[in-house]
T-cell receptor, first 109, second 116 residues
Framework: GQNIDQPTEMTATEGAIVQINCTYQ??????LFWYQQHAGEAPTFLSY??LDGLEEKGRFSSFLSRSKGYSYLLLKELQMKDSASYLC??????????WGAGTKLIIKP | GAVVSQHPSWVICKSGTSVKIECRSL??????MFWYRQFPKQSLMLMAT?????????EQGVEKDKFLINHASLTLSTLTVTSAHPEDSSFYIC????????????FGPGTRLTVT
């Protein structure tokens, strides 16, 4: 079966750095997405990785290792507004998005 | 660019009635649109994939006669929840994939449905 694993909840301090991990086992791979979702709102796109390596976009970076079935989202200089759920999703061989359950990130002052 | 709207943003209806939710891609054409449902503190659950001009593909366990999907144009898909029950109360989110351009799905803002 297809499976995406990410931690349920993480806590970090304002101004610090946090890394949210995601491991996946899917039938085929056409890329991995990270989305941010605030409570009561729809997800918003953060990043897309299809090749191995690190993609940096401002305070957010995303890393992918296809051989390990592993990705992480790195958030730097954390701000209170970064408190949200972070969803990892893999595009499988049928171009269907397989979603992880999301990681709730709590930022403390 | 790549804006998706949903209407209504929230709706309250009585058991047994039907509710229609619209999903529009405002500045691009979307051959494929997706309908998701999300219960509190849970991840997105794909209900169905909607393709313009053809029948929707429903995920296992989703009743196609209860959740009617119509994708009549390249910019509009509708989801009708028929004979709604309180257990249908949820957050319904649509997304759209731009035709032939991108793999990314652009999400609408969601519709909060409460059935009393």
């Amino acid at each position: 079966g297809q499976n995406i694993d990410q931690p349920t909840e993480m806590t970090a301090t304002e101004g610090a750095i946090v890394q949210i991990n995601c491991t996946y086992q899917t039938s085929g791979f056409n890329g991995l997405f990270w989305y941010q979702q605030h409570a009561g709102e729809a997800p918003t796109f953060l990043s897309y990785n299809v090749l191995d390596g690190l993609e940096e976009k401002g305070r957010f970076s995303s890393f992918l290792s296809r051989s390990k079935g592993y990705s992480y989202l790195l958030l730097k200089e954390l701000q209170m507004k970064d408190s949200a759920s972070y969803l990892c999703a893999v595009l499988d061989s049928n171009y269907q998005l397989i979603w992880g359950a999301g990681t709730k990130l709590i930022i403390k002052p | 660019g790549a804006v998706v709207s949903q209407h209504p943003s929230w709706v309250i209806c009585k058991s047994g009635t039907s509710v229609k939710i619209e999903c529009r891609s405002l500045d691009f054409q979307a051959t494929t649109m997706f309908w998701y449902r999300q219960f509190p503190k849970q991840s997105l659950m794909l209900m169905a994939t909607s393709n313009e001009g053809s029948k929707a593909t429903y995920e296992q366990g989703v009743e196609k006669d209860k959740f009617l999907i119509n994708h009549a144009s390249l910019t509009l898909s509708t989801l009708t929840v028929t004979s709604a029950h309180p257990e249908d109360s949820s957050f319904y989110i649509c997304s759209a994939r731009e035709t032939g351009v991108d793999l990314e799905q652009y999400f609408g803002p969601g519709t909060r449905l409460t059935v009393t």
